[in-house]
């Protein structure tokens, strides 16, 4: 069964940093764009960064564009999200998520249906 775990979250104060982890257990993710969305109470989830399967291209919401950065380990089978200068704003449920599909481009890569796999989310809370 195909698994995507997210681990780092937490409650952290406004400034602070947080990196996220998420591990993947198949090989074949190694050769898949990976993506971060995020969901806050009563909202929809949202595309918060996307590295392409090499790494070598990255892609982000404006909203954390400068603060956030994506990256991935494929030899580990993990991807990660470096957190960076939190706002309050930024608390939600944090989600991985696989593509397995050649990438359309920006902004079109950002859409939630193309990530067929998902992981289980974690939270992450920023307080003021």
């Known amino acids: 069964q195909v698994q995507l775990v997210e681990s780092g979250g937490g409650l952290v104060q406004a400034g602070s940093s947080l990196r996220l982890s998420c591990a993947y257990s198949e090989r074949a993710f190694r050769s898949y764009a990976m993506g971060w969305f995020r969901q806050a109470p009563g909202k929809e989830r949202e595309f918060v960064a996307r590295i392409s399967w090499s790494g070598g291209s990255t892609y982000y919401a404006d909203s954390v564009k400068g603060r956030f950065t994506i990256s991935r380990d494929n030899a580990k089978n993990t991807v990660y999200l470096q957190m960076s200068s939190l706002k309050p704003e930024d608390t939600a449920v944090y989600y991985c998520?696989?593509?397995?599909?050649?990438?359309?481009?920006?902004?079109?890569?950002?859409?939630?249906?193309?990530?067929?796999?998902w992981g289980q989310g974690t939270q992450v809370t920023v307080s003021s």
């Open positions: 998520a696989a593509d397995p599909r050649p990438d359309p481009g920006y902004p079109e890569n950002t859409a939630r249906s193309l990530y067929d796999y």
